[in-house]
């Protein structure tokens, strides 16, 4: 008898790492994995370029994460940034995986994300805390091409005059593969109906290299928040006018 080769189902790697710049992807990370992640966005590059050396001296968010793969679908991660001292409590779970056979061709996941500012302020700390909610659907075209859309909202327990307590986003993220090391990464937050005054939708596009058990993200950012509903409440800069700076993402995987 002739023996039949066996048809292997298995879920599509659609993005490299579980964001893009800030931008939450669909991927997960493997039961009982650790993906610690360092994130540092410096000051604008444009502004007296020389005498700030194009912002690097301007040390501007600084965020420490860490995130446990529970089961092969479900994550969870806990973080702090230096602006504001917001820790962040997150959690994402992976409802469908883009497979191989194309079974299923999309890719959906919910993420959650409480952050809680703990820099003095004299509030009470019911009015110190935002949420996120988002559902991500992400498509892997080919080889070369995947992208990703993300519905998202967020909630500020306590706004001063002229902000809004509740804001909509559609994320928008991509990434266009180079080579097996290098690939494209790119990144925008259109803010849907009421926005806060002078802020802008945030624009990104980096670079992702990929090294053994390390992925670096090197990129050029109009934002200089690392959580979503920070993005999409306090962007006051332009991209595309000059007010980009520089910014780079480290993650690294540990099997436990």
């Known amino acids: 008898m002739e023996r039949q080769r066996a048809n292997i189902t298995e879920p599509v ?3 490299w790492t579980p964001s893009l710049v800030s931008l939450t992807t669909t991927e997960t990370l493997d039961a009982r994995n650790l993906n610690s992640t360092i994130m540092h966005s410096f000051g604008i590059a444009t502004t007296r370029a020389i005498q700030n050396f194009f ?3 301007n040390i501007q968010n600084v965020r420490l994460g860490l ?3 529970i089961t092969d ?3 969870v991660g806990i973080g702090r940034s ?7 409590i997150r959690t994402k779970y992976a409802l469908i995986q883009q497979t191989t056979d194309h079974s299923k061709p999309l890719s959906i996941a919910l993420k959650g994300d409480l952050g809680i500012v703990t820099q003095e302020n004299r509030q009470p700390l019911k009015d110190d805390i935002s ?3 988002s559902a991500i659907v992400s498509k892997k075209f080919n080889q070369t091409l995947s992208l990703q859309l993300s519905p998202m909202y967020g909630y500020y327990s306590s706004v001063t005059a002229n902000k809004e307590n509740h804001l909509f986003s559609v994320g928008v993220g991509s990434r266009i ?3 097996e090391r290098y690939t494209l990464i790119a990144e925008y937050y259109p803010v849907i109906g009421n926005r806060n ?3 802008n939708n945030a624009f990104s596009l980096g670079l992702n290299i990929q090294t053994g058990g390390h992925v670096f993200q090197l990129f050029f950012t109009s934002t200089r928040w690392h959580l979503e509903q920070y993005v999409i409440a306090n962007n006051r800069d332009q991209f595309w006018a000059g007010d980009f700076r520089f910014g780079f993402n480290v993650n690294r995987i540990f099997g436990l």
């Not at 230096?82 to 962040?88: E, L, M, P």
């Open 177 to 179: 593969n180079l080579t």
């Open 131 to 133: 949420t996120l909610a």
């Open 82 to 88: 230096s602006r504001f001292n917001v820790v962040d």
């Open 55 to 57: 912002g690097l001296d």
């Open 13 to 15: 790697e659609t993005f």
């Open 197 to 199: 005054s002078n802020t």
């Open 67 to 69: 995130d446990y793969g």
């Open 73 to 75: 679908r479900w994550s």
